[in-house]
Each structure stands twice: as C-alpha cells, then as structure tokens.
C-alpha cells in the first residue's frame, strides 16, 4: 500500500511526508524499501520497465539491404544463382534457360544467357503471336501455352540450323517425350525458369515446357507436374494430357455454360462468339495451329 500510493502522491507535502514514514520503517525493518520494485501490471499503469536495445545506432549504419529486384519480389535469386553457375571446364559456354512467365493476357516464352554484364535473349515467342497461325482468341490458356513453347522451340532450332534433325513430335499425343542425339550436333539443352510462380501439377507453366519438348528442345524434366498425373497412384495419364493439349477443358466449359446461363455464355466468351468458334471448332482450332508452326 505505501508502494501503490508513493505513485499516486501528487504534491511535495505528501512527498515529504510519505519519506519520513519510509525512513522509520527502513530503520525498524533494516531494508531499503524504495529498493524493491513491483512486477509491472493493471495495479500499477504506471511503471515503466527498461529494455536494453540489442541493436545500436553503429547495427543499423552497417545494414546491407537486399538486392533490388529481390525487394521487389521479382527476382528468387537462390534459384537463379543455380539456374545460371557454369561449370567451370566448359569456360564461357552459355547456360540457356527457358525462361517462361504468364500473365492475365498473355504468355511470354524466351531462351535467355547469362553474362557477366546482364543476361541476353536468344529467342522469343509470346502467345499474342499465335493469332499469325490461326488463333484468334485464347492466348493464354494451357492449349495456348503449349503452342507458344511449340513456337519458340521451332524457331531456336530453326535460328541454330537444327530443325532438320530434331522434328519432335509432330502429332501431339500427351505422352512423355525426351529428345535424344541424332546426327553430330547434339539437341539444344535448356533449363526451366518459372520464376515464382509456383509449380502445381497442371499449372500452365508446364504446357510451355511440354510444347518446346515436342518442339525439339531438349529440357531435363519428369511428367509429375504435366494434367493426367495422379500422385496418389503415381500413375500419368498420356490422354488427359492431349485432351488439355487440344483444348478440350474450354470446349466443355463453353458447353457447360451455355446450357446453364446463355447471358454468361454470351459475356464469358464473347471473343469466340464474335469470330464465330463453337465448342466443337476448338480441337480443330489447335491442330490448325500446330501444322501452321510446323
């Protein structure tokens, strides 16, 4: 109580007073009372505890801030620092990278270098090309994705002289491809970066890579992250594959609403109304689109 209320005296008199009474008790008790200091709580608002800061005035002057791009959230440069280290026997050999990212309206595919001074692109192709080959609407679905990387994966080889040698798989067909050696020149080797996007099965990433495979390239990967995996079984479906591949989850989407909400139909797909595409000209679409890459 004596404690409680030497924190709620307002005035000298009180003050004063309240220290002769603590000096009587000091010397009848022997301890020095102003000593003892209560454990801070709602009893006492008023105590204020001290806490010693670990990091001085001479820590934050020496602070090293990310990289710029890494503060930005664009840049993971643990992958990236992977993605491009050569080995050092194969001296200044470019390491390529199929550099791959999407965005609401488009699909962006490149084969980019590395050097010392900024990285260089080889090749490029972006799915607002595709309307050149007959597509002319959906540019950034998986169906598109998949004949972007088809795209670029022809015109790398075709720049380099290779696509001769290396056709690929001309009839897509959704199953697991990996190019081998044919003739003296070995197949153009690539890595994939996705950046930070996250890597989900069935993410349209992974058509981008499927497409520049069937197109040639030869890109290290497994089939668990392509539609038609089953992790639980860890089995792949090659025809659940070739049915993304053509398009087929648009088409019965487009069926699907039509017979539900045709004024939904009609403002969710009102590119392929105004060109004229059905549910049923969407496979056809695609292989039209194909054979005009090729």
């Not at 309206?105 to 490029?124: C, M, P």
């Not at 972007?148 to 001769?164: C, F, I």
């Not at 992250?225 to 025809?239: L, V």
Request: hydrophobic residues 35%.
């Amino acid at each position: 109580e004596i404690g409680n209320f030497s924190r709620q005296a307002g005035s000298l008199v009180e003050l004063a007073l309240l220290s002769e009474v603590l000096a009587l008790l000091e010397a009848g008790l022997g301890t020095n009372l102003l000593s003892v200091q209560p454990s801070p709580g709602p009893e006492f608002p008023g105590v204020f505890t001290f806490v010693r800061s670990d990091k001085s005035k001479s820590y934050f002057s020496r602070t090293q801030v990310k990289f710029r791009r890494r503060r930005e959230c664009k840049t993971d440069y643990y992958a990236r620092r992977r993605l491009i280290q050569q080995d050092k026997n194969k001296y200044s050999t470019p390491k390529y990278r199929l550099v791959v990212r999407i965005t609401n309206r488009d699909v962006i595919a490149q084969i980019v270098y590395a050097r010392i001074s900024g990285d260089f692109v080889l090749e490029s192709a972006y799915g607002h090309e595709l309307a050149n080959f007959g597509l002319k609407v959906g540019h950034s679905n998986y169906a598109a994705c998949y004949a972007t990387g088809l795209l670029l994966a022809r015109r790398v080889l075709t720049k380099l002289g290779m696509d001769q040698d290396y056709q690929g798989v001309t009839a897509a067909d959704g199953a697991e491809y990996h190019v081998e050696a044919d003739g003296e020149r070995s197949p153009f080797r690539a890595y994939l970066d996705i950046g930070l996007a996250r890597a989900t099965t069935g993410a349209n990433i992974f058509g981008v890579l499927k497409g520049a495979v069937d197109g040639g390239l030869d890109i290290p990967h497994k089939c668990k992250r392509f539609p038609g995996y089953n992790a639980e079984e860890k089995s792949y479906d090659a025809d659940a594959h070739r049915a993304r591949i053509f398009g087929s989850h648009v088409s019965s989407w487009m069926d699907e609403l039509e017979e539900k909400d045709q004024a939904l139909y009609q403002r969710q797909f009102s590119a392929y109304v105004a060109a004229g595409i059905t549910s049923e000209d969407i496979e056809g679409m695609y292989e039209r689109v194909h054979a005009a890459i090729r």
